[in-house]
């Protein structure tokens, strides 16, 4: 080998270079209702899957429509054991980062400035949240008073395509292990649910929720 090949040979590969979307891919949710919530906790316990918070909680919930079905919400949140009040964001669905520029003196006080922000008071309820994290999987198990159990996966946003292939074959293959079909799978978070749930009554003859 001579000198040239053996600088060829020495060098090393270049990497193929991943492509990265402009826009990053937001944070998708997956939800399957729940027939026994405590023998899905026990089967994510046992799989390695780590308990990282929860409790019982009054919600006040608020949200804005920004076209096509994508919602953001905020919850006016209240601890069932301490009285507790904090405000909750949930905006996986949009790309826009909000900006509040109010002063915090409560809880309570920011929501009265939330109808000034485009957001409308839509429902209460009383839940019980038992939160878990698998690998980059984000598990709430969560049960609502009057609507049902379900079980919710939050993946991660990324800006690349093949990562969200892997985060969706990761996902459901949990999915299977705790005994669930791919078909009773519904692809949006618990929140929307339950919203689309208080308007059915008021669209029957007009088909299913999803």
Known sequence: MDLPDLLGF?????QKKMHKLKWPLPEMRLTVPLKDVNETVTK??????????GGEFADRVYRKEYGSGAY???LLRTDARTEKESLV????MIQEKERLNLDVVSAYSLAENLPQMGYEEVFNRQVTERRFLSGFLRALVIEVDGLGDFLELA???TKVDKTRE????????LLEKLGFKKDEVIPVDVLTIQGLSQQQPKQKGKGNLF
Do not use: I, S
């Not at 020495?10 to 270049?14: G, M, R």
């Not at 799989?47 to 990282?52: I, M, N, Q």
């Not at 964001?89 to 996986?92: A, E, H, I, R, S």
């Not at 892997?166 to 293959?173: H, S, V």
């Open 10 to 14: 020495l060098k090393p590969k270049t």
């Open 44 to 53: 994510m316990r046992k799989g390695g899957a780590k308990f990282v918070g």
């Open 72 to 74: 953001a919400y905020y």
């Open 89 to 92: 964001f949930d905006g996986y």
């Open 155 to 157: 993946l991660p946003e």
């Open 166 to 173: 892997l985060q969706e074959k990761t996902a459901f293959k």
